[in-house]
């Protein structure tokens, strides 16, 4: 018996399996509550530590550039080395970070403590997901996934109020140093209800060559994104590390096509079904980081918003995605994922689209309450379907990969978004302290987002098939074959199922 099957036994109901679900939710919430909380700060941090606005654009995106260039070796590692203990190093790796950002006496310090922050999330993310995929019972898979999904998006939401509370009350040195007790605690759950899992016939090996050449061409684009918006294209600061970035991405692929034991087995992507949830992933995702970095900064300088009600702002959202998403993975495995993955994105593409008129006189209710509410409504809709898809394409004894995939996707596209707003919304490096340059450029940047989000719902609609489903062995998945309902031998609805479709034995 492998050690999955011997993992797969826990409950959603018993005592154990909450507690499980306590340490991953906690542990993926400090790097989620980590990927938003700092937004509301940086006005805070760039007048702390003299810094003009591409300094706090690496602040953000230090951290999600490793984030999203480590995750994918992060899911490997634990697939082949153990979840629980490599979830217990990334959590340790992350609060002696956070350690560093709390005590960083100057700019540059900061966005390298930002870096280290983020291999430490590249370690605990995609474990704690692989963890649930693997401890829990086929039956309670998806509710546990949804409860993870709707929580691990609070922390996210939720951040912004915190970071604006911390600012205000005290410092922004807290948003950092607040990690610790946190990872604390995980590490006093996880060692006491966690169990161990493993793929028992994954090589040992480390794809390094994959790693750095994913961590190069990232941050080559982000650096010629981010120069973009400073220089201008023609400049050799722009073009060069883009076309470097573009090289170490080609390479990166070939690298992988070609490797004994590749870090990302590009197997997967045969799987149309997982290549169109990735892509849905990426623009929803995309929008999201748009959103959450303009809006607490504008309501701060257009708005006159004190931090702790511009955090504030997005509570709406928390209080939908708390109430709402494990109900919405629950549906999605009735119904499928198609329709939640459709009307999800559009409603939170109208939310957006409510927040445009956002200026210099408004008020929190009658500016910004209605769409918080129409966009938590579509966020509660869409992330528990689509991250219960992304695992139905890969089986459970590669959930390590399948997360890190689809979590390098989603803060791969928050760090290029991020990267390229400043040039494509027209904001000069020193403009975001002016209210009526910063103004002009959030009602772009809200209008790019909601296009974003509308993208992804009718991409969704279009190529997620009701009616299809993946069955995998291994790493190489078969061809997508047509299964009618009086046929269908899965425990769970074929057409959404939440975990990894097996046949009932």
């Known amino acids: 018996m492998s050690t999955v099957d011997q993992a797969s036994s826990l409950s959603y109901r018993d005592a154990r399996g909450r507690w499980v679900l306590a340490a991953t939710v906690l542990g993926t919430g400090m790097a989620f509550l980590d990927a938003t909380v700092v937004n509301v700060a940086l006005p805070a941090i760039g007048t702390g530590l003299d810094s003009d606005f591409t300094g706090l654009q690496w602040t953000v995106n230090a951290y999600t550039l490793t984030l999203a260039s480590f995750i994918l070796l992060g899911g490997s590692a634990g697939d082949r ?23 960083a006496p100057n700019i540059e310090m900061l966005v390298v403590a930002r870096a280290l922050q983020g291999v430490g999330g590249a370690l605990l993310t995609p474990g704690s997901l692989a963890i649930l995929q693997a401890s829990f019972r086929k039956e309670d898979r998806g509710a546990a996934i949804g409860a993870w999904s709707g ?3 609070i922390a996210a939401a939720v951040g912004p ?23 604390a605690a995980v590490l006093l759950i996880t060692q006491r209800y966690v169990p161990e899992s ?52 080609a390479a990166f692929v070939w690298v992988e096509r070609t490797a004994t034991h590749p870090m990302l087995p590009l197997g997967v992507f045969s799987s149309a079904l997982f290549r169109n949830v990735n892509l849905v ?82 008020t929190y209710v009658g500016s910004v309450l209605a769409g918080a509410v129409v966009f938590g409504l579509g966020l ?15 089986p459970v004894w590669h959930a390590g990969v399948a997360s890190g995939v689809n979590n390098a996707v989603a803060r791969s596209a928050g760090l290029l978004v991020i990267a390229a707003l400043p040039a494509v919304i027209g904001l000069s490096p020193g403009a975001y302290t002016d209210p009526v340059l910063m103004d002009q450029a959030f009602t772009r940047a809200m209008l790019l987002c909601a296009g974003l ?22 790493m190489e998945p078969l061809p997508e074959v047509q299964l009618h309902p009086p046929e269908c031998t899965c425990r769970v609805h074929c057409a959404v199922a939440g975990t990894p479709l097996e046949p009932d034995n």
């Open 81 to 103: 080395f153990g979840r629980r203990r490599v979830f217990v190093v990334g959590v340790l790796w992350f609060a002696a970070a956070s350690l560093l950002c709390g005590l």
């Open 151 to 153: 929580l691990g998006g």
């Open 161 to 183: 109020f915190v970071g604006g509370w911390l600012v205000e009350a005290a410092s922004w040195r807290l948003v950092f140093l607040i990690n610790v007790p946190l990872a």
């Open 198 to 249: 493993a793929d028992p016939t994954a090589p040992r090996e480390f794809d390094v060559r994959g790693a750095l050449l994913c961590a190069g061409a990232l941050a080559g684009i982000t650096y010629g994104l981010i120069a973009w918006g400073n220089g201008g294209f023609s400049q050799p600061a722009t073009w060069a590390p883009l076309v470097l970035g573009v090289v170490a991405a």
């Open 281 to 362: 992933t990426f623009l929803v995702y995309a929008a999201l980081s748009g959103l959450f970095f303009m809006l607490v900064i504008s309501l701060q300088v257009v708005s006159g918003f004190s931090p702790l009600l511009a955090g504030a702002a997005l509570l709406p959202v928390t209080v939908l995605m708390l109430g709402l998403s494990a109900r919405a993975g629950d549906l999605s495995q009735r119904i499928g994922p198609r329709i939640p993955m459709t009307v999800g994105p559009l409603v939170a593409a109208a939310g957006v689209l409510l927040l445009v008129p956002i200026g210099p006189d408004s």
């Open 380 to 394: 509660s809709a869409t992330v528990a379907p689509l991250t219960a898809t992304v695992l139905a394409a890969a």
């Open 453 to 474: 989000l509308a993208l992804g719902g009718l991409y969704s609609l279009v190529t997620i098939r009701p009616d299809r489903v993946v069955v995998e062995e291994g």
